[in-house]
């Protein structure tokens, strides 16, 4: 089984902080990571990578793919409450279905005012 | 709101109980998704369909039936449930890849909170 895991599992910070979520992986060949933003309930896409090295920017989010190292990272810079939410990594392996994503338990973040 | 949506939000329902989850997606796409996320456990894919034919079947219990009678609608079935089924149902949809598209950006609806009593 493909594993993925997240961490921090949950982290509080202050608005304005930079923070960075990890998302580690076992498997050394696959198609492509994803990156979701799950406040509430319905999981929201953000970022999917592919190749290593090449940053995915997206306002005051950011994530790269170290396929050498095995992780990927998700920046958010200048952090506000409405970013408060879980963030879910996934990973879509390179054998088996063409549809399965393999999701970690995801990160907790909070951010208080 | 997303493209996604679900009815009911919240069900109680009982062991013997027979129920159905409802998932619609407004986005054109044609593959949809059954997800199960439990508590302190990753989400869980369930079913797939793509094009209305079912793809993908994680090793389900027969207790859980999927029903896709068309691009836009999906269904779950419930009949004598365990609790441990309690969990928050998720559907999702995509493009399918095979017809152009990438089946990895899926979008989610907010889920049906589940409790089995």
């Known amino acids: 089984e493909d594993k993925v895991v997240q961490s921090p599992l949950s982290l509080v910070v202050h608005e304005g902080d930079t923070v960075t979520l990890n998302c580690s992986y076992e498997?050394?060949?696959?198609?492509?990571l994803l990156w979701y933003k799950q406040e509430k309930k319905a999981p929201t896409f953000l970022f999917m990578l592919?190749?290593?090295?090449i940053e995915k920017k997206s306002g005051r989010l950011s994530s790269i793919l170290d396929k050498k190292e095995l992780f990927s990272i998700l920046n958010i810079t200048a952090t506000q409450t409405g970013d408060s939410a879980v963030y879910l990594c996934?990973?879509?392996?390179?054998?088996?279905?063409?549809?399965?994503?393999?999701f970690g338990k995801g990160t907790l973040l909070t951010v208080n005012p | 709101e997303t493209g996604v949506t679900q009815t009911p939000r919240h069900l109680v329902m009982g062991m013997t109980n027979k129920k159905s989850l409802k998932c619609e997606q407004h986005?054109?796409?044609?593959?949809m998704y059954w997800y199960k996320q439990s508590a302190k456990k990753p989400l869980e894919l369930m079913f797939v369909?793509?094009?209305?034919?079912?793809?993908e079947n994680n090793s389900v219990p027969s207790r859980f039936s999927p029903e896709c009678p068309n691009s836009s609608h999906l269904f779950l079935h419930l009949h004598t449930l365990q609790p441990e089924d309690s969990a928050l149902y998720l559907c999702?949809?995509?493009?399918?890849?095979?017809?152009?598209?990438?089946?990895?950006?899926?979008?989610f609806g907010p889920g049906t909170r589940l409790t089995v009593t």
């Open positions: 369909y793509s094009l209305e034919e079912r793809v």
């Open positions: 986005l054109g796409h044609n593959a």
């Open positions: 996934a990973l879509r392996p390179l054998r088996g279905s063409n549809y399965k994503l393999t």
């Open positions: 999702a949809s995509s493009q399918d890849g095979a017809v152009g598209g990438s089946p990895y950006e899926q979008y």
């Open positions: 592919t190749s290593s090295g």
């Open positions: 498997v050394t060949n696959f198609r492509s």
